[in-house]
C-alpha cells in the first residue's frame, strides 16, 4: 500500500522525450500535467514557430509562472474576503450586551429610567383592571 508521503514515479513524455517524474501527487494529476504541458508547448510552436525548442520551452515556462503569481494573488484576495466574512459572522452572532454604565452617576441614572419604565407599566396594567 502506497502512504501519501510516499514518491510515486510517473513516465511522461514531455516536447517527445521520455521522463520519469518523482511526486507525492496522484497519478491523474502527473498525467493532466503532462498533457496540459504538450498542449501549451504546441500552441507556443504555432504561434513562434521560429523559436528554439529551449526558447519554447523557457516561454511556456515564463507564461506558467505568470499564471501561477496570478493564482496566487486571486487566492490571497479570496482568504481576505473569507476573513472578513468570517468576523462579521463572527460579530453578527454575538449577543447583545446591555449598555454598561460608565459611572456611578450613569448607573443610577440607568437604574432610575428603569424604575420609571416599571411604575409606568404597573400603573398602565393597574388601570385596565380596576375599569372591569
Same mark, same amino acid.
Given at each position: 500500500m502506497v502512504t501519501q508521503n510516499e514518491k510515486k514515479h510517473y513516465k511522461a513524455n514531455l516536447a517527445g522525450k521520455n521522463y520519469t517524474i518523482s511526486g507525492n501527487a496522484s497519478l491523474p494529476h502527473f498525467k493532466a500535467t503532462e498533457t496540459l504541458f504538450n498542449k501549451q508547448l504546441i500552441q507556443i510552436k504555432t504561434v513562434a514557430p521560429n523559436l528554439s525548442q529551449g526558447d519554447q520551452t523557457v516561454l511556456l515556462t515564463f507564461? !506558467? /509562472?505568470?499564471d501561477q503569481l496570478?493564482? #496566487? !494573488? %486571486?487566492?490571497? %484576495? /479570496? #482568504? =481576505?474576503? =473569507? !476573513?472578513?466574512l468570517e468576523s462579521e459572522l463572527k460579530n453578527m452572532q454575538k449577543p447583545k450586551k446591555r449598555r454598561e454604565p460608565k459611572n456611578a452617576i450613569g448607573s443610577i441614572i440607568d437604574d432610575a429610567k428603569h424604575d420609571s419604565q416599571a411604575r409606568t407599566t404597573d400603573k398602565l396594567f393597574n388601570q385596565g383592571t380596576t375599569n372591569l
Amino acid at each position: 500500500m502506497v502512504t501519501q508521503n510516499e514518491k510515486k514515479h510517473y513516465k511522461a513524455n514531455l516536447a517527445g522525450k521520455n521522463y520519469t517524474i518523482s511526486g507525492n501527487a496522484s497519478l491523474p494529476h502527473f498525467k493532466a500535467t503532462e498533457t496540459l504541458f504538450n498542449k501549451q508547448l504546441i500552441q507556443i510552436k504555432t504561434v513562434a514557430p521560429n523559436l528554439s525548442q529551449g526558447d519554447q520551452t523557457v516561454l511556456l515556462t515564463f507564461n !506558467a /509562472l505568470s499564471d501561477q503569481l496570478y493564482k #496566487q !494573488a %486571486e487566492i490571497d %484576495e /479570496l #482568504q =481576505v474576503k =473569507v !476573513a472578513t466574512l468570517e468576523s462579521e459572522l463572527k460579530n453578527m452572532q454575538k449577543p447583545k450586551k446591555r449598555r454598561e454604565p460608565k459611572n456611578a452617576i450613569g448607573s443610577i441614572i440607568d437604574d432610575a429610567k428603569h424604575d420609571s419604565q416599571a411604575r409606568t407599566t404597573d400603573k398602565l396594567f393597574n388601570q385596565g383592571t380596576t375599569n372591569l
